[in-house]
């Protein structure tokens, strides 16, 4: 799982496992073990280079509400597939977040109502 969600986060950002490597400082084959599962057990700063360089936190890899966009469009039906990979994977974790704390679809959408309805007053002012 830990090696599959480096792959995939190195790919939707378009980085190929030598210059994640490269800007990771770590071996391009040790890297290569772990996407493909063969180490699973990688030093806490091996990750923190890691999700350093792929602009996420480290928590990225221990936490399951953590996903990539490719990963939960797997999960998805087919129908819904190209609509996940076109949301931005902040949004899609965003939502996550908001359904594992119990917040409900009514409930999220007074919110966005009300944020509309606030920048509408400050526009008007």
Known sequence: ?????IRQLRK????????LAARADCAKSY????ERGVRDNPSIQFLEKIASVLEVP???FFDRSYTTAQMLASEL????????KQLDLGWLQLTQ???ASGLTKEQFQE????ARWKASQSADT
Do not use: H, N
């Open 77 to 84: 039906a087919p129908e819904l597939v190209a609509l996940v």
């Open 58 to 60: 480290t928590d990225f």
């Open 111 to 114: 919110f966005i109502e009300y």
């Open 12 to 19: 939707e950002r378009g980085i190929s496992l030598g210059e």
């Open 97 to 99: 977040q908001a359904a």
């Open 1 to 5: 799982m830990l090696g599959a969600k």
């Open 31 to 34: 890297l290569s073990d772990i």
